[in-house]
């Protein structure tokens, strides 16, 4: 699914260049769950956005399901963005003036899919992650818990193949935590790529495998058998 | 596919989410215009006005009154009064070629009853006031026949007792009758038989209209004025300011040598240039489109620095939508278009309602006070102030447009992150 080899990425700056990432070899299959830990200026923020087409590279290469992710044009990188890779954020970035459907729809409206359409396939994305009821609320109106699983639906709504999660649980209250960490897992039981960053040794704990990142270099890199409360079936 | 509507939602989504924002903004546009259109607007009402109050006369017409003289000349004391006669006019037209028409008034003070047979039998008077003067007098007074003819130089030779009529006159004394009618009809004036030579209307207006005209040379002999002329005015074709104060210089001094007062006696005579006074006027005018123009600009550029303004932190504090949306896979220029056309829609709704506000506000003062001393027919030149308007909405579209650009090329993790 997913194949880093040697990648290397800095940044300029005044004194020089800066490097982020320094090597990095990694290589995730389909269907895998995986954390990513590292303190902050670890590396973690910078492997997220070449991992989701936010940002490129300076050297080594990324393969994103068999296709080389590489010099790719802003345009391209969107398109391939919205049709293979699903976010999740830490503080949800619902937006405010649309009801939790018209957040799920979004994506489908950046690929060009008619309103109609887009409101059936995201009322049916509403019902799967459990919030049915909540499908004309507005995000002012639901939990913190409720508002992280509109924004999963609105990731899953595209049917991508890559979910990356960008701290899913930092902002949400251990009961909340269990429960979208079993949300994600059920996700990630139904056959999807499931990327986890987090600094939550509880959450990682819930992974079969866990990449630990250290000053832009993969540190440690456990395999698993997932453990702690509430952990799937 | 996302059609037309689609988009139009989102863009009009974004402004009812920052409402206060967006009516500053709008507020600020459509003021700009507003002011710049009752601006301009009202420099054309002022404009017009004083074109109006020029209608009457020929723009190109001097005027000469008699005074009293202010300077000793050729041992002749101060203190003389000045008379015209017959004889300056002929003499004037003799010196100075460049004088197209001239005419002189003999004045007939007051207000004369005028009467008329009606075909009953019966009569019908009123009581007008009386010109007399020469046959050019019809261009500097910018007379237009409706019926018949203006005086002529026959009627002037031959002492005729004929009279030219104003439309409203001819109305009073044979109501009902074609003008065609009047014509050779006999009107009785102080004692004296008039026949009707001819109808005129004037752009002078109502008054100009009720006046009525007879040849010079009848009024001196019928009223005892001998050779006597009160006023002489004459145009000076198509010369230009300076030619117009040298001609009227040189009539001075043909007065001056026939009535032996110093040519440098400016109260001897009286000479009312309109030309001169026209010009001077349009100078005026000049520097108060200037004016209005510099404020119009100053105005136009407070709306755009606003605008500018407006969209810099609007992008600014939507790092994180634009993050977002650029996340879940709007390519930058999908969002740099939402956010260039939420700009064009705010800038030119905002501005089109400045523009027909302005525009609404002069039509009512064209409406409500069609007559007034100051204004009239206020308009604005419509060019313009659409340029002013397109102007206005390009700035606000490129204020959006650059911070977007940026924006849209930021990786978003970062911004997402932080809230």
């Known amino acids: 699914m997913i194949t880093l080899s040697d990648l290397h990425k800095a940044y300029p700056t005044a004194g020089g260049p800066l490097p982020v990432l320094k090597g990095i070899d990694l290589h995730i299959d389909e269907g895998e769950l995986v954390a990513i830990m590292g303190s902050s200026g670890s590396g973690k923020s910078t492997l997220l956005n070449v991992l989701g087409i936010l940002d490129g590279y300076d050297t080594g290469a990324y393969e994103l399901d068999g296709q080389l992710v590489r010099a790719l044009s802003e345009a391209d990188a969107a398109r391939l963005r919205s049709r293979a890779i699903g976010f999740v954020f830490q503080s949800f970035h619902l937006l405010a003036h649309k009801d939790a459907t018209e957040n799920v729809a979004l994506p489908l409206y950046y690929q060009g899919i008619g309103r109609a359409e887009r409101m059936r396939r995201a009322r049916q994305m509403l019902v799967d992650v459990g919030l049915a009821d909540r499908a004309d609320h507005m995000p002012g109106q639901l939990s913190g818990g409720q508002k992280q699983r509109v924004a999963i639906a609105r990731a899953l709504v595209t049917q991508p193949r890559l979910i990356l999660a960008d701290e899913p649980t930092g902002a949400l209250d251990s009961t909340t935590s269990d429960e979208i960490m079993a949300l994600l897992q059920r996700v990630n039981d139904q056959g999807m790529t499931v990327l986890i960053v987090t600094h939550e040794h509880d959450i990682a704990a819930r992974c079969r495998r866990v990449v630990h990142l250290k000053d832009g270099r993969i540190e440690r890199d456990e395999r698993r058998e997932p453990q702690g409360a509430g952990a799937a079936p | ?419």
């Open chain 2, 1 to 419: 596919m996302t059609g037309w509507l689609d988009r139009l939602r989102e863009v009009v989504e974004s402004h009812t989410r920052h409402r206060f924002r967006t009516a500053v903004t709008a507020g600020s546009v459509a003021w700009g215009i507003f002011m710049l259109v009752l601006l301009l607007g009202a420099g054309t009402g002022l404009e017009n006005n004083i074109r109006w109050q020029f209608r009457d006369d020929a723009i190109n017409s001097i005027w000469i009154y008699p005074g009293m003289t202010s300077q000793p000349w050729e041992g002749q004391p101060v203190g003389r009064v000045v008379q015209f006669s017959n004889a300056d006019i002929e003499r004037i037209v003799e010196v100075v070629p460049e004088i197209d028409h001239i005419s002189g008034r003999f004045y007939l003070r007051g207000e004369f009853t005028i009467t008329a047979q009606t075909p009953a039998g019966g009569t019908r008077s009123g009581a007008f006031s009386v010109r007399s003067c020469h046959p050019g007098h019809r261009y500097i007074e910018q007379t237009m026949m409706v019926a018949g003819r203006y005086l002529s130089p026959r009627d002037l030779a031959a002492e005729r007792k004929v009279i030219v009529i104003g439309l409203r006159v001819a109305e009073f004394l044979f109501p009902g009758r074609p003008l065609s009618g009047v014509l050779g009809e006999w009107v009785d004036l102080a004692g004296i038989q008039y026949r009707v030579v001819g109808v005129f209307e004037d752009v002078g207006g109502e008054g100009e209209m009720r006046q009525v005209y007879i040849p010079i040379t009848t009024a001196q002999a019928a009223y005892g004025g001998g050779d006597q002329v009160h006023q002489v005015m004459f145009t000076v074709g198509d010369a230009t300011v300076e030619e117009a104060a040298g001609i009227a210089d040189r009539v001075r001094r043909v007065l001056a040598r026939n009535h032996h007062f110093a040519p440098g006696d400016l109260r001897a005579v009286r000479v009312r240039n309109n030309l001169e006074s026209f010009h001077e006027i349009q100078q005026i005018f000049v520097w108060l489109r200037i004016f209005i123009w510099l404020v119009g600009v100053g105005t136009v550029a407070a709306g755009v620095v606003g605008v500018s303004n407006i969209m810099l932190i609007s992008v600014r504090e939507r790092t994180a939508e634009l993050g977002l949306r650029k996340a879940i896979g709007a390519t930058p220029g999908q969002l740099v278009s939402m956010v260039v056309q939420e700009a064009l829609l705010l800038t030119a709704t905002a501005g089109y309602a400045g523009l027909v506000g302005g525009v609404a506000v002069l039509e009512a003062v064209r409406r409500l006070m069609p007559e007034n001393e100051y204004i009239r027919d206020p308009q604005v030149d419509m060019p313009a102030v659409i340029g002013a308007t397109v102007l206005l909405v390009v700035a606000g579209t490129l204020a959006g447009w650059f911070p977007a650009r940026r924006a849209a090329r930021v990786a978003p993790v970062e911004a997402l992150r932080s809230e």
